[in-house]
């Protein structure tokens, strides 16, 4: 009878085993697995296989953009899908400071990204949301946004204007918080 | 009627569910709970599953691209077959979902309904808030129209604040580095499967938790809720003198769902879908985007939080919101259930109600906002221009030329981001409306730049005409002084 019971419980314990055996075989492969599932849902921020964020795009020839005259252009985003619909295309406001140095301005309000107009008349932008203001160097002029409208690096070459772009500019990015900087590589 | 028998008892035989079922809805309930206010929480799952039901429906037909949800929404509002009122029912579900979810909550926390043994019931209904929300802003999204995309823009901007992993969050919120296709298509995955999944897992251990522990009695003043005797307490109440749920309290509930669903489709068919509006096409920038009902209090919110301030409030607001939630049932998971000893938690419902209310209010009309066409489509009222001098009327034209009317009203029309100026001299002398014009603050910007110094001149002395008639306007009385006449000069 005794040997009968200790076979018994010999046994549940050696298929116990096996489970937690099994288990743990489980749990090396599910974490082998979070690898490439936790790589693939990360892809938007690794960009492994992108390139091309942040590129020179053209907004078009110069003489579009009369002197001490902000006018809306747009550029086609550089990183695309067959199914992006209108998105891929984005306004920007670019002013002819002097003939010589522009200012392309992000038609995103600092604030929460609204689309800013331009009032020629007023020399103001001024965004539909929350009433933010600009004066016509971007600088806030009014309401919650913290700071000046969001710049473009631009460069003049072979007569047309380009400025670095790809990103939606947002208050937290430091591509962003670098506004006001600008290359006049001719 | 043997034949139904028949087929019933062959089933039976098989599944063996007819005997829990019976147990389940004639399990007794306190008599008192057969109320009309017991009754948001059933309502909420019927409009959770009509939400269902039309949410595949639409799938039918919709198209989850950003080149081509936009165009099947119009195929759906026009081309299909009664596709508009499914529509309908889906968007104004969504609304009464939202408003019952809160009206349940209300409810609950009123009778006392989160205190032991139910704070685990709690908890999960506050996911279950959440997870609501966040199938409302998703919804929102899939309406990939004008104010989906600036939605999304708001949302990212919003999510770019957090410290450190901001801009990481943005790029994952939005699948890449701009709102594109790869948005929709996660905010679909999010509104179909993700979310939709966690909601039904919710309500399913919510509704497990009702049964297992019963509906909450209807709270008496003075009757004390202790962990040491509640439960002995609540089963001699519900077997004493409880009553079966079915038939008993179950016809209020099934009563008050079909009036729910009838005024949900009453709504639809009368006001309609919800838009979609213009194409989500950004390089059309003449739009005012605006959130759905149930975000229209936080549009209003970040249009007063002071911009020092917003970035905070904004991350460490919402996160106190849900903790103070979760919190509630272990900080008072005892003592008095009824509302009419609980004079605190009444104020905090009739503050949260009153502040929600008129955001909202205030979200719907958005007086912050420039009324961005005032200046060229809203004129003058004549009794302004009646008998002024040329150099007034010339002020008149460099007030719209200038788009002061986008933000100042006269005679109601106009925009209120600033002050109404039909009685502006009142308030400011000469002098005064000219600093005011020249170097703006209090968040008016500086027009100095703007207006040469004749236009500045015409401005104020339009200005200065704004009064009502028989009130003098304001002057610097000194002025007089210093130049050594007994009246005032109109100008140096």
């Not at chain 2, 679909?188 to 966690?198: R, S």
């Amino acid at each position: 009878m005794k040997a009968e019971t200790t076979t018994a419980e010999n046994s549940m314990s050696r298929r116990a085993l096996l489970v937690k055996i099994g288990l743990f075989f489980n749990g090396i492969i599910g974490a082998a697995l979070v690898v490439p599932v936790a790589r693939y849902l990360l892809s938007p921020v690794t960009r492994e296989k992108k390139g091309g964020y942040d590129s020179w795009l053209s907004l078009g020839e110069v003489e579009k953009f009369p002197a001490g005259q902000t006018r809306l252009a747009t550029y086609r985003n550089p990183v695309v899908n067959a199914w992006d619909g209108d998105t891929d295309d984005i306004a920007c406001w670019v002013r002819n400071v002097d003939g010589q140095n522009f200012q392309v301005f992000a038609i995103n309000c600092a604030h929460l990204g609204c689309p800013v107009r331009w009032f020629a008349q007023s020399n103001l932008f001024m965004c539909p949301c929350h009433g933010g203001a600009y004066y016509q160097d971007g600088s806030r002029a009014s309401g919650p946004p913290e700071r000046g409208l969001f710049q473009y690096t631009y460069k003049v070459e072979g007569g047309n204007l380009f400025i670095k772009a790809g990103e939606m500019p947002t208050p937290g990015q430091p591509v962003a918080n670098k506004a006001g900087e600008k290359t006049t590589c001719a | 009627m043997r034949l139904i028998e028949k087929v019933g008892d062959w089933f039976e035989l098989r599944l063996g569910l007819g005997k829990s079922i019976g147990e389940v809805v004639a399990h007794p309930v306190p008599r008192e709970t057969a109320s009309w206010f017991y009754v948001f929480g059933s309502a909420a799952l019927t409009v959770f599953m009509l939400q269902i039901v039309t949410g595949i429906l639409l799938a039918l037909i919709y198209v989850p691209s950003a080149g081509e949800a936009w165009n099947s929404l119009q195929t759906l509002n026009h081309a299909v077959s009664l596709g508009w009122f499914i529509r309908a029912l889906h968007g104004w579900g969504s609304n009464f979902m939202v408003a019952i979810v809160l009206i349940h909550m209300v409810q609950v926390f009123l009778f006392g309904a989160y205190k032991f043994p139910r704070e685990l019931t709690w908890v999960i209904g506050v996911l279950l808030l959440l997870v609501t929300l966040g199938m409302a802003f998703t919804g929102q999204v899939l309406r990939f129209d004008q104010d989906a995309y600036w939605g999304l823009g708001i949302g990212a901007s919003i999510a770019s604040r957090v410290p450190v992993v901001g801009p990481w969050t943005v790029n994952l919120m939005l699948g890449g580095p701009i709102i594109a296709g790869a948005t929709l298509s996660r905010f679909f995955a999010l509104h179909v499967f993700v979310i939709p999944g966690l909601l039904i897992a919710f309500v399913g251990v919510h509704l497990l938790m009702v049964l297992k522990l019963g509906i909450n009695e209807w709270p008496m003043p003075g009757r004390i809720v202790r962990r040491a005797t509640y439960l002995e307490e609540y089963h001699e109440q519900t077997h004493k003198d409880g009553e079966p749920f079915l038939p008993y309290a179950a016809w209020k509930d099934i009563f008050f769902s079909a009036f729910i669903l009838l005024a949900i489709a009453v709504c639809a068919v009368y006001l309609g879908p919800f838009g979609p509006s213009g194409r989500p096409d950004p390089t059309i920038i003449q739009t005012s985007p605006r959130p759905d009902f149930f975000f229209l209090w936080l549009y209003a919110l970040l249009s007063f939080l002071p911009p020092s301030a917003e970035t905070p409030i904004l991350l460490i607001g919402p996160a106190i919101g849900i903790v103070v939630l979760l919190a509630l049932p272990f900080v008072a998971g005892e003592g008095e259930k009824s509302w009419k000893r609980r004079p605190i938690a009444v104020l905090t419902i009739l503050l949260v109600a009153v502040t929600l209310g008129t955001l909202t209010h205030l979200g719907g009309n958005a007086p912050w906002s420039p009324v961005m066409n005032a200046w060229s489509s809203l004129p003058i009222p004549s009794e302004y221009l009646d008998h002024r001098t040329a150099l007034e009327r010339r002020g008149a034209l460099v007030f719209q030329v200038k788009q002061c009317h986008n933000c100042h009203s006269l005679d109601q029309q106009g925009g209120k981001r600033g002050p109404a100026l039909d009685r502006v001299a009142l308030r400011l002398n000469q002098d005064q409306l000219i600093r005011q014009v020249i170097q703006g603050g209090g968040n008016m910007p500086a027009y100095g730049k703007n207006l040469s110094p004749a236009e500045t001149t015409a401005l104020v002395a339009f200005l200065e005409t704004l009064h009502p008639v028989g009130q003098t306007p304001a002057h610097d009385a000194s002025r007089a002084v210093a130049l050594g006449a007994g009246e005032v000069s109109p100008r140096p």
